[in-house]
């Protein structure tokens, strides 16, 4: 199955709340990277976190990585409308392979 | 510093035409790879450049796609001849190194009729 999986695949939230996605992988990896992608448009970077790393933070997102549970979670505080849109997590595997693998996404909708 | 920039933006090419797709990676990164989105679903990796040189392509999934960079610039993306299948949207990343950030293009929009 997909190297990384989100969960939720959907979620929906009042404009103010915070929004947590998850993120789930398979093997090791070098480093774990978010994306956002709106409408359909391009793919947004939005963080990297490295596999020795547990905890980052951007703006209003804050991103940590388990890596003895291979996960990794994405949290958005205060959101907005304009965070609308879906969130992949796309995982750099430590052998094997040098692509990213990219997870189902979860779509976010932010109501004002 | 211009990121990465994909041409055309969107393309809509009747069943059996030839449409080539064209990425810009960000200047000075090696890597380059070619993702696709298809009918909404997970975004599945086609190919990686490292310069010139096709470094994976175990994800393209036919004869009919054909990947190219020359000089390790720009790259082309050519599907010939298109099935109704190949509709979706393509994307290109670049990143300097494998351990660091890649960032993609807006997409092209393939549509196939």
């Known amino acids: 199955s997909q190297q990384g999986e989100e969960d939720p695949q959907a979620l929906s939230i009042q404009e103010g709340e915070n929004a947590t996605m998850n993120c789930s992988y398979k093997?090791?990896?070098?480093?774990l990277q978010w994306y956002r992608q709106n409408s359909g448009r391009g793919l947004v970077h939005l963080i990297l976190i490295r596999s020795n790393e547990r905890e980052k933070h951007s703006g209003r997102l804050r991103v940590t990585l388990d890596t003895s549970k291979k996960s990794s979670s994405l949290l958005i505080t205060a959101s907005r409308a304009a965070d609308t849109a879906s969130y992949f997590c796309a995982t750099a595997p430590t052998s094997g392979t040098y692509k990213y693998i990219f997870g189902t996404g979860t779509r976010l909708k932010v109501l004002a | 510093e211009a990121g990465v920039t994909q041409f055309p933006s969107h393309s809509v090419i009747e069943k059996g035409q030839t449409v080539t797709l064209r990425c810009d990676p960000i200047?000075?990164?090696?890597?380059l790879y070619w993702y696709r989105r298809v009918m909404g679903k997970e975004i599945k990796f086609l190919l990686h450049?490292?310069?010139?040189?096709?470094?994976?392509e175990s994800g393209m999934p036919n004869n009919r796609f054909l990947a190219e960079r020359t000089g390790g610039t720009y790259s082309t993306l050519k599907v010939q001849p298109a099935e109704l299948e190949d509709s979706g949207v393509y994307f290109c990343a670049s990143s300097q190194l494998y351990n660091t950030e890649a960032f993609f293009g807006q997409g092209t929009r393939l549509t196939v009729v």
């Open positions: 200047s000075g990164h090696d890597n």
């Open positions: 093997t090791s990896i070098n480093n």
């Open positions: 450049f490292v310069k010139e040189s096709k470094q994976d």
